[in-house]
Antibody, heavy 117, light 106 residues
């Protein structure tokens, strides 16, 4: 099982970035994919989730209306589109898989997003 | 929103000590409570799922229990590899994490 995030980088406030989470080693179609972030020196904060078959998409209040989530099952990838970025969005962003109502059992290594002028 | 209150925020202990971390939910989360271990620069690692079930490959010195909305993680005999930060997480209504407990060397 492997989850690999990419797409992080330095962006100015108000800018956009798209993160990718590429999966391998398991039946991707069966799993929900979740994004969790961690600001420097801080704790973990759930950001967004997309269920298998894209039935449901959920967002934390802190990103609602600015972030969108999508998945490409043939490509075994999930994308987090982040618009109107703010300084407080600066964090390492992790993706994690979860099955049904269970929690995340495998996580990627994370990708750093820095929002700064 | 479900709030998770974790304590203590820091815990100083020695190898061989019994360590207990507590997490309280602001409302019922049934047994949808997990515990994670995180080391600096690394992704969180799942230790406990469904409040008290040990994830495959996790040493048996880790255990957890639940009573209503109060959850406890216990390390029976702290090992050098256990110095890390621990988070509780509810996944009953979306996901919410506790603030974390850093276990450091006394």
């Amino acid at each position: 099982v492997q989850l690999v995030e990419s797409g992080g980088g330095l962006v100015k406030p108000g800018g956009s970035l798209r993160l990718s989470c590429a999966a391998s080693g398991f039946n991707f179609n069966d799993y929900n994919i979740n994004w969790v972030r961690q600001a420097p020196g801080k704790g973990l904060e759930w950001v967004s989730s997309i269920t298998e078959s894209s039935h449901y998409r959920w967002f934390a209040d802190s990103v609602k209306g600015r972030f969108t989530i999508s998945r490409d099952d043939p490509e075994k990838s999930v994308y987090l589109q982040m618009n109107s970025l703010r300084v407080e969005d600066t964090a390492v962003y992790y993706c994690a898989r979860s099955l049904g109502e269970e929690t995340g059992d495998y996580w990627g290594q994370g990708t750093l997003v820095t929002v700064s002028s | 929103d479900v709030q998770m209150t974790q304590s203590p925020s820091t815990l100083s202990a020695s190898v061989g000590d019994r360590v207990t971390i507590t997490c309280r939910a602001s409302q019922s989360v049934t047994n949808r409570l997990a515990w994670y271990q995180q080391k600096p620069g690394k992704a969180p690692k799942l230790l406990i799922y469904r409040a008290s079930s040990l994830e495959s490959g996790v040493p048996s010195r880790f255990s957890a229990s639940a009573s209503g909305t109060e959850f406890t993680l216990t390390i029976s005999s702290l090992q050098p590899d256990d110095f890390a930060t621990y988070y509780c997480q509810q996944h009953h209504i979306y996901w919410t994490f506790g603030q974390g407990t850093k276990v450091d060397m006394k």
